[in-house]
């Protein structure tokens, strides 16, 4: 048996890459495994949100990844030839970040190797060739069996990171499952390279378009003059046949033609089919066995949180491991990296669920009525509100062990990132926290010594900012934060008291064991994502069978007469006391603009 390693990381795609850099940059030195013999040409994810770039950024990703990727904010919805949806999101000279980059998935993870790689021998031993076949765990760590090229050997680890994908061994190996839903809906994704022909790079989807009517079609622009096209196509066709030239050419040709108005020529340089799958395990830790990304969750690509919300597994797990492994933290911390993240799949899967409604509708009454919606979208904003896709955002960790949750919401709320504002240095916030240990940020216009003094006899990293630095929706209104090292706030504070400061940073480091919030099965994930009385009424309409919807023009009259009550209660909103302290999670509106 090889020496034991004291962390094994299985899987070097995206997550298994970056939770090895987060590792190797705190002096872990992680054993990174993958089968491959490098970086696969595989396109997959392209659509990266301002979250992830923050951790890229944060984890001093080459500078090439920002240079490559193609911002974007922006994008239209058309149902067959009207234009019947425009979104902008939010994003100025002000914002260090795009809503979201285009770039494809090979050179993401290129620059996270080469990332990796710049951190030298010492930081980290990448294992091509290498394949984990089986995993044993006692008390104290484990043990996997893998293959290499030289033949089948031991590895006997301390943690072992499992971010070895959908199919995953060692998820297999230890008897875990993921639960939820798989859909029917299948979609054939291809690159293609087009010749000197521009097109704006946003997000453009065409529902029942001229060129394919029945079909949806969602295209993306990529760096290198390379677009994404995704066509949604008849499940009766075998696999084959519409990854098929004899396929997919014309297909193509015709929407870009016909639709588009382009007509240069263009290769299809990658292909693949697509099923929206909303699956997750129940439990993203056992014992020594941490899993992240794909390995751990699969969230439909109709919300782009497949790959993003991976990077945020990796940000979140690996300051908590490397803590544990140097002693400084209790093992507890690792039970809220299931608390933290499969909180956050549930919501990426809820919103994401509400976007398969109209990008893949699970049955034809669900179809008839997303056409329906799409016919009075022009003349509805609740329809339009319906079809607006839902963007991806940081999750809040409300019901974390970790977190000194107080309840009280507004800005800087615990749980939630910590934005990365300006600071009159011309850094940004982010830059100067710390990433070994927690940070006392002091949100004060005058130099704090004494609160500088608590912070190192804590031995906390110390930050003083004022005020006026935050705009005035995210300036806190309390004194100090205890800010993490994945810049998620584990409390706020309203003066430095010893004691009360004490118990935050013990909580934070899982050392105060805690109650959290009660399992919620994936299958019920509609109980953990609000949703708007819009979204309820056609949600309850999809399900309710005794009520005929033969087609789509006794479907628009159904919803124009059911959707009346939510026009006059936006006409006439009830006063906050009628709305009571408690709203049903099911009523209360948190719709985003955003990208799919
Ligand atoms: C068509 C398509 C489009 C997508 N678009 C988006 C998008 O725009 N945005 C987004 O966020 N997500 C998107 N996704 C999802 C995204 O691609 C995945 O969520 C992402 O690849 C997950 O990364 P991962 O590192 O967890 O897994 P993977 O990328 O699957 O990497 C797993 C790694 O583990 C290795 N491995 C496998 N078995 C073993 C073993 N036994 N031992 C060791 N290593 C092993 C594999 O070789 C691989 O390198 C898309 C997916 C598809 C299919």
Redesign the pocket.
């Known amino acids: 048996m090889s020496p034991r390693q004291r962390v094994v990381v299985?899987?070097?795609?995206?997550?298994?890459l970056t939770v090895a850099i987060e590792l190797g940059r705190r002096g872990l030195k992680p054993i990174l495994?993958?089968?491959?013999r490098e970086i696969a040409w595989s396109s997959?994810?392209?659509?990266?949100s301002r979250r992830s770039q923050e951790i890229f950024r944060r984890i001093g990703i080459n500078e090439g990844f920002f240079d490559k990727a193609l911002p974007w904010s922006s994008g239209k919805t058309f149902h067959r030839d009207h234009l019947v949806f425009q979104f902008q999101m939010p994003f100025s000279d002000a914002d260090r970040f795009a809503p979201f980059v285009n770039i494809q998935?090979l050179y993401t993870e290129r620059f996270l190797l080469d990332t990796l790689e710049s951190l030298g021998a010492d930081a980290s031993e990448i294992r091509w060739g290498?394949?984990?076949?089986s995993v044993k765990q006692d008390d104290g760590g484990g043990v996997a069996i893998v293959s290499g090229p030289n033949g089948q050997y031991e590895l006997a680890f301390d943690w072992l990171v499992a971010?070895?994908?959908?199919?995953?061994?060692?998820r297999a190996s230890l008897g875990h499952a993921l639960h939820g839903t798989s859909y029917e809906g299948r979609y054939v994704?291809a690159d293609i390279k087009v010749e000197g022909a521009v097109w704006p790079v946003e997000r453009h989807v065409w529902f029942d378009p001229v060129s394919n009517p029945q079909s949806t079609i969602i295209v993306h622009v990529q760096p290198e003059g390379i677009w994404r096209i995704d066509i949604q196509t008849n499940p009766s066709l075998e696999d084959n046949t519409v990854l098929g030239d004899a396929f997919l050419e014309p297909l193509i040709a015709q929407h870009l033609t016909v639709v588009m108005g382009i007509t240069s020529p263009f290769e299809i340089i990658w292909r693949?089919i697509?099923r929206a799958h909303a699956l997750s395990m129940d439990r993203y830790r056992d014992q020594r066995v941490l899993f992240?990304?794909?390995?751990a969750h699969l969230v439909p690509?109709f919300g782009?949180?497949?790959?993003?919300?991976?990077i945020d597994d990796a940000h979140n797990l690996a300051w908590k491991l490397a803590m544990v492994v140097q002693g400084r933290a209790d093992q507890q911390l690792l039970d809220s990296y299931t608390e933290e993240r499969r909180g956050a799949t549930l919501e990426n899967l809820g919103n994401a669920i509400k976007s398969t409604w109209f990008m893949s509708p699970p049955n034809l009454r669900f179809r008839i009525l997303r056409d329906a919606v799409l016919c009075l979208a022009e003349s509805k904003i609740w329809a339009r509100e319906l079809i607006n896709p839902r963007q991806s955002s940081a999750h809040t960790y409300r019901a974390s062990s970790v977190v000194t949750y107080d309840g009280d919401g507004g800005p800087a709320e615990p749980g939630a990132v910590i934005p990365s504002i300006r600071l009159p240095d011309g850094r940004y916030l982010h830059e100067v926290l710390a990433t070994d240990r927690l940070t006392l940020l002091s949100i004060s216009a005058e130099a704090d010594t004494n609160a500088a003094d608590v912070a190192a006899s804590q031995g906390l990293h110390f930050v003083c900012v004022a005020p006026d630095s935050f705009d005035e929706a995210s300036r806190p209104s309390c004194a100090f934060l205890l800010i993490r090292p994945d810049e998620h706030i584990a409390a706020r504070l309203t003066s430095l008291n010893a004691l009360g400061l004490k118990y935050a940073i013990d909580r934070a480091l899982g050392r105060r064991p805690q109650k959290v919030a009660s399992f919620v099965a994936v299958e019920n994930v509609d109980q953990v994502v609000p949703y708007t009385p819009a979204e309820e009424l056609f949600s309850h309409l999809a399900a309710e069978s005794q009520l005929a919807l033969p087609d789509v023009t006794v479907a628009m009259e159904v919803l124009l007469r059911e959707m009346m009550s939510i026009e006059v209660e936006s006409a006439h909103p009830p006063r906050r006391e009628q709305i009571g302290d408690h709203p049903s999670p099911n009523k209360s509106n948190k719709g985003k603009s955003g990208a799919d």
């Open positions: 299985a899987g070097a795609g995206p997550v298994g495994l993958d089968p491959r997959r994810a392209i659509c990266i998935q290498h394949a984990i076949q971010a070895d994908g959908a199919r995953s061994t060692v994704i693949s697509y992240a990304g794909d390995a690509i782009v949180r497949g790959l993003n919300s991976g």
